[in-house]
């Protein structure tokens, strides 16, 4: 069943449903991960310029890698338990 035909959606249409498996193209997870990047580089400025400093320690990436991750963990639901990649499923179909 497909979820959404508006890609400005797809991410919203994805909470509502809920779905416990994604089949998708490697472009739907690109996003997802450069979003999470730029969070990270952002995090990091921000408390580099908080600290007032140049660089941060092993521990302060970590930490913040953690909580963006925490921050992204729901972004495709909370019932997720398996993603696919390539939409194979059709294959076994008779078109």
Sequence with gaps: MGISCDPRTVYVDVLLVQPIFIDSTPRFYDVIYNEFKKALVIEETSLMTSL????????????????????????????????????????????
């Excluded at 007032?52 to 521990?59: A, D, G, K, V, Y």
């Excluded at 913040?64 to 390539?86: C, W």
């Design 52 to 95: 007032n400093s140049s660089s941060l320690t092993i521990e302060q990436k970590s930490e913040i890698r953690r909580a963006v991750l925490a921050k992204f963990s729901g972004i495709l639901g909370n019932r997720l338990t398996s993603i696919g990649m390539g939409m194979n499923w059709h294959q076994n179909s008779k078109f």
